[in-house]
């Protein structure tokens, strides 16, 4: 049993730590929430919170494709998990407001 949970911290730790996904997971994190603020605090967050997720979402996600654009451009890989990474929080927060959508 001790073999499986050193396995799993192992590749845990090779898949987030040892690469930049956890750089990539915080920077997405504060675009959210900055792009957030910036849609939502003129507009009224309680009034216009499609408009406020949706913007936040769309910001985040160009953001991340342009960094791992840049990466491929300065002879790094194009990740996909790098972006997933950075999208984390705004797709929990996407789901969220999706769900509370059909309740």
Request: hydrophobic residues 55%.
């Amino acid at each position: 049993m001790r073999s499986i949970f050193q396995k799993i911290k192992t590749n845990l730790y090779d898949w987030f730590i040892a690469s930049n996904r956890w750089l990539h997971l915080m920077l997405g994190w504060g675009i959210f929430i900055v792009l957030a603020f910036a849609i939502g605090l003129p507009q009224g967050m309680a009034i216009c919170a499609a408009s406020v997720i949706l913007g936040s979402y769309v910001g985040t996600l160009l953001t991340m494709v342009a960094v791992e654009i840049k990466d491929k451009a300065k002879g790094g890989e194009f990740d996909f998990k790098d972006i997933n990474a950075g999208m984390f929080l705004s797709n929990v927060c996407l789901l969220f407001w999706i769900v509370s959508l059909f309740l």
